[in-house]
């Protein structure tokens, strides 16, 4: 298949749209806006749904609705945008109802910044909501990465019953770059995977127990409640993190970032490594779970360091790093925050700094 | 010997209504069913139950039922509806979820017409929470929250659902009614069928508002609430037709 020139967020709406997704609901806001508005021109060329909600909160309430007839549904938003998404992402997870969505990260707190940024990173990876529900979080660093995982990312939600969250940033979102789609399920395909949930959608059934569906969030009745927890937590178990090492073997510094960052850390191992230095990379691919065993694969004995690369301050993902590191080796930081994107240059001086250890 | 009344089958068969005495919501799930099964819409039928004590709808119904975020109903059934057509689907919300936190969604998929049907259980009072302040309380009337009754001065006054509703141009039809007497108990069943039967014929969005009455907290006996519903809430809430333009689209 050729290679076609997309910004992210369009390689993101043509993807979901690949994968089968006929319904989206948004709320605009920066930097995210070509997804809603690629999708109100595209959804309809192929019979699906798109609306503008009146909030992120009507959205996502629409998203779940959606979800409930069986149909891939999409939405996205990004950062103070997905932080009104907590309780209807919530509802998705506890009523089991497949859902993917895409947070394009811009600076916070607060209204923050339009510009990138990847501190929703512990809001992303531990609780997108209330009641300690977890998500597959997948989190590209190309414009190919993104349209690949938003395409799979459907499938995983239909196979789980469960919301999946695409942790992008606003570069990821608004850069240009060659990729290559996934490609287009046709309409057979995509009625027989609507089929395929008939027995629990909420679409209307005949009386009784044993046709009737009933989408229930929550119940009266605490035993049923924990049963359905404890199911939820073995369907979490059965999720593998993914992640990428780069040149990590033989590496006296290892750079750790996801995303964006983990891009620009990827670049300036290539520039150290073509000046005779040792470094390497580790990139989770899948921040929950995250790869807590990639950090098991670097040579603790000739490593100085690693260097947390993140576009958030204080760092986030420090946390998941210290817990695969295990105080084998110490942790440096090469943070920015607040809508500023990542130097290379501020990488390059990190990482010789433990080098010259 | 002919059968002329039976108990609707689209509520479990095997369950006794839990609803507080004098408490209205058992007649009106009982009216819904009873559409239901006169239209021939059972098997296609999807209830969005709101929260609070319309979120106990799930605990009687025998058919697809689903539960909004608090407020959230409008919102679900426009994903439902739009992603499923031929879906029936009403919401069963009350005062403070489709007043209160569910304002802005009430209005906005009234606003765009959406093609189903509300059915709005309005009592003046938060039921399940305890009884505090609604949108809908009225003046004097005290509340768990309003201990010295609604004060306009701090909380403002009741909202009228269907006259604010009545102000925009897409909602097809917006009719109050009231359970409180057999007569209105009728006319609530004839205004939930030409809600549902609405939807059916793709005209838009539907509206029944119903008053009815909270002993529980009122704090008043059944017969008592009854009489405070005639003399207080329909006179702040006159029941009537608000908007139908049910021949026209």
Redesign the interface.
């Known amino acids: 298949m050729a290679r076609v020139l997309m910004k992210g967020c369009e390689a993101i709406a043509e993807a979901a749209v690949r994968a089968g997704c006929r319904f989206f609901a948004g709320y605009p806001i920066t930097p995210q806006n070509e997804i809603p508005e690629y999708l109100s021109r595209r959804l309809p060329e192929v019979g699906g749904i798109f609306v503008q909600g009146e909030s992120e909160i009507a959205s996502i309430n629409m998203v779940y609705g959606a979800g409930q007839t069986g149909t891939r549904s999409l939405t996205s938003s990004s950062s103070t945008g997905v932080s009104l998404y907590s309780e209807g992402v919530s509802f998705c997870a506890s009523a089991r109802i497949p859902i993917v969505y895409v947070n394009v990260a811009r600076g916070g707190p607060g209204i923050g910044a339009i510009q990138p940024s990847q501190q929703d990173y512990l809001q992303a990876a531990k609780a997108s909501g209330n009641g300690g529900f977890q998500m597959l979080v997948f989190a590209p660093s190309t414009v190919q990465e993104a349209a690949d995982m938003t395409y799979r990312a459907f499938d995983c939600a239909d196979r789980d019953r469960n919301p999946v969250l695409i942790l992008a940033d606003g570069v990821i979102g608004t850069i240009m770059e060659p990729v290559e789609l996934p490609p287009m399920k046709s309409e057979e395909e995509v009625a027989a995977n609507k089929k395929s949930k008939r027995s629990w959608a909420c679409v209307g059934h005949k009386l009784g127990r044993e046709h009737r569906s009933w989408i229930e969030p929550g119940s009266f009745d605490t035993t049923n409640l924990q049963q359905r927890n404890e199911e939820a937590a073995k369907m979490y178990e059965t999720w593998t993190p993914e992640w990428e090492a780069y040149q990590v073997d033989d590496a006296e510094v290892v750079l750790t970032g996801y995303g964006i960052s983990a891009r620009i850390a990827k670049a300036v191992v290539d520039e150290l490594r073509l000046e005779g230095k040792k470094a390497g990379l580790i990139r989770p691919i899948t921040v929950n779970p995250f790869p807590y065993e990639a950090y098991e694969h670097i040579d603790y004995s000739c490593c100085k360091g690693i260097l947390d690369v993140e576009m958030a301050i204080p760092a986030l993902m420090i946390h998941d790093v210290k817990a695969g590191v295990k105080e084998r080796a110490s942790i440096d930081t090469c943070l920015c925050s607040g809508g500023n994107i990542m130097r290379k240059k501020a990488v390059m001086d990190a990482a010789g700094k433990i080098l010259e250890r | 010997m002919e059968r002329i009344y039976a108990r609707t089958?689209?509520l479990q068969q095997d369950k006794v209504s839990g609803f507080c005495p004098g408490c209205m919501h058992g007649t009106v799930i009982k009216l819904i069913g009873e559409v239901m099964e006169e239209l021939e819409i059972?098997?296609?039928?999807?209830s969005?139950e709101g929260v609070g004590c319309c979120g106990l709808l799930?605990d009687y119904?025998?058919?697809?039922?689903?539960?909004?975020?608090h407020g959230?109903a409008c919102?679900?059934?426009?994903?439902?509806?739009?992603?499923?057509p031929?879906?029936?689907v009403y919401t069963y919300q009350g005062d403070g979820d489709l007043a209160a936190i569910g304002l802005?969604?009430t209005m906005?998929a009234a606003n765009r017409g959406e093609n189903f049907t509300v059915i709005f259980v309005n009592n003046g009072i938060y039921g399940m929470t305890g009884g505090q302040l609604a949108p809908t309380t009225l003046v004097g009337m005290k509340a768990a929250t309003a201990p010295k009754g609604r004060d306009p001065k701090e909380h403002g006054y009741p909202m009228h659902m269907c006259e604010i509703l009545g102000q925009l141009k897409a909602p097809v039809y917006l009719e109050r009614c009231s359970c409180n007497t057999p007569q209105n108990v009728i006319k609530t069943k004839k205004a939930i069928k030409k809600a549902f039967r609405n939807q059916i014929d793709g005209k838009g969005f539907s509206m029944v508002e119903i008053v009815t009455s909270c002993p529980t907290n009122w704090g008043m006996d059944p017969l008592g609430a009854l009489d405070f519903l005639e003399e207080k809430m329909l006179v702040e809430f006159p029941l009537g037709v608000y908007r139908d333009r049910t021949k026209e689209v």
């Open positions: 089958e689209t059972v098997d296609k039928t999807v969005v799930m119904t025998d058919y697809d039922t689903t539960t909004a975020p959230r919102a679900v059934a426009t994903g439902l509806k739009r992603a499923n031929e879906t029936i802005g969604e906005s």
